[in-house]
């Protein structure tokens, strides 16, 4: 999909073409909201909510960066947006499902200590300074460059890399803390 067409074509009255945007980014917006969210029952309702304001805010975009970093510069306020109005601390819940999980475990003991780690370093990330949290997701989950997340964040590529050395120091006092190791 030539996004640049798509864009223009919309902003000239085509409006649907934005069902190729919505489609593009549907899952990969609702799995960010997800893992800076943690709540799963607000995810339908904030990827919702991140296309109606990109659909807003679409005569704004002026082609600098790419479309998926305006798209997740939105998704990243409206969740944040979300959890300041609901003013509650985030927290990955505990029996979330996966993300890429292998189908075949070596066995039983291993998958579950390997789930209850995973448990702990998604409730430890929920615990995170709502920047460091941000960061890391898209840093970690997101496979997204130092320049990328400073684009989304709107701030500069050496406040990422704090956010991110903050983040990880901060998740290693949790996580030892939760150990006591």
């Known amino acids: 999909m030539d996004e640049e067409e798509v864009i223009r074509d919309i902003l000239s009255g085509n409006v ?4 190729d945007i919505v489609k593009a980014y549907q899952s990969n917006v609702a799995n960010l909201c997800f893992k800076m969210g943690g709540n799963r029952v607000d995810i339908p309702e904030m990827t919702q909510q991140v296309f109606v304001e990109l659909y807003m805010a679409l005569p704004r ?35 979330a499902p996966m993300p890429d999980r292998p189908s075949d475990e070596p066995n ?8 209850e780690r995973i448990r702990q370093v998604r409730k430890a990330i ?5 920047e460091q949290r941000t960061a890391l997701v898209l840093y970690t989950y997101n496979d997204f460059s130092y ?11 050496a406040k990422v890399e704090s ?7 901060n998740l290693k006092k949790l996580l030892t803390l939760k150990t006591g190791h």
């Open 108 to 115: 039983a003991e291993q998958s579950i200590i390997r789930d």
């Open 61 to 95: 975009f002026q082609f600098k960066s790419k479309l998926s970093t305006f798209i997740y510069r939105i998704t990243v306020n409206v969740v944040c947006k979300e959890l300041k109005h609901q003013s509650r601390m985030i927290v990955m819940p505990e029996d």
């Open 126 to 130: 929920g615990l995170l300074h709502p």
């Open 163 to 169: 956010l991110i050395f903050r983040a990880r120091k």
């Open 147 to 157: 320049n990328d997340i400073a684009d989304v964040m709107q701030c500069t590529t």
């Open 16 to 19: 649907n073409r934005y069902e």
